[in-house]
T-cell receptor
Framework: QKEVEQNSGPLSVPEGAIASLNCTYS??????FFWYRQYSGKSPELIMS????GDKEDGRFTAQLNKASQYVSLLIRDSQPSDSATYLC????????FGDGTTLTVKP | KAGVTQTPRYLIKTRGQQVTLSCSPISGHRSVSWYQQTPGQGLQFLFE???????NKGNFPGRFSGRQFSNSRSEMNVSTLELGDSALYLCASSLLAGDTDTQYFGPGTRLTVL
């Protein structure tokens, strides 16, 4: 079993819709999670970090963490074509474990 | 503040050669991590250096090595290149040691092994 699994893509949503990206992880002891966005041909950049159970909102982005279920998600409201990218979840294992990524396409 | 810089940006080598990649972290950052990114394997952790010491190492063969200098700049070396080493090599810097801190990625070095 991989340490972190992301919902398989690609994911396509129309402009203005909510995009939901999910990630499950195996290490119950993890205390922090990160969502990175990677545009094609570019390097990853951090968009959200979350450290406690519940929701964390930042503009159109909401990260949700459920430690009991070992599940973290990222919701993008009012999706825009500029949100089209690959989204990577990451959590500390001492060796910076990243998911394989989910590619999101937002269609105008 | 200047971001993470990596040199060279592109590199073409042949099998059996060796290569050295360089990474300059954001000023004040003491942790540098290296990753290999390929379409099939995603982003794979190579190693992390903090204050010139290797803190963690991923599951890569000994052909992959690195070091960090007193100014926090880091180099990564791959010896006896294989075709499978063709990848984008990314370095990331962070203020704190470990992977619980935000990592800032450089633009990467695209290595092609022929």
């Amino acid at each position: 079993q991989k340490e972190v699994e992301q919902n398989s893509g690609p994911l396509s949503v129309p402009e203005g819709a909510i995009a939901s990206l999910n990630c499950t992880y195996s290490d119950r002891g993890s205390q922090s999670f990160f969502w990175y966005r990677q545009y094609s041909g570019k390097s990853p950049e951090l968009i959200m970090s979350i450290y406690s159970n519940g929701d964390k909102e930042d503009g159109r982005f909401t990260a949700q963490l459920n430690k009991a279920s070992q599940y973290v998600s990222l919701l993008i409201r009012d999706s825009q074509p500029s949100d089209s990218a690959t989204y990577l979840c990451a959590y500390p294992t001492g060796k910076s474990t990243f998911g394989d990524g989910t590619t999101l396409t937002v269609k105008p | 503040k200047a971001g993470v810089t990596q040199t060279p940006r592109y590199l073409i080598k042949t099998r059996g050669q060796q290569v050295t990649l360089s990474c300059s972290p954001i000023s004040g950052h003491r942790s540098v991590s290296w990753y290999q990114q390929t379409p099939g394997q995603g982003l794979q952790f190579l190693f992390e250096y903090f204050s010139e010491t290797q803190r963690n190492k991923g599951n890569f063969p000994g052909r992959f090595s690195g070091r960090q200098f007193s100014n926090s700049r880091s180099e990564m070396n791959v010896s006896t290149l294989e075709l499978g080493d063709s990848a984008l090599y990314l370095c990331a810097s962070s203020l704190l040691a470990g992977d619980t801190d935000t990592q800032y990625f450089g633009p990467g070095t695209r290595l092609t092994v022929l």
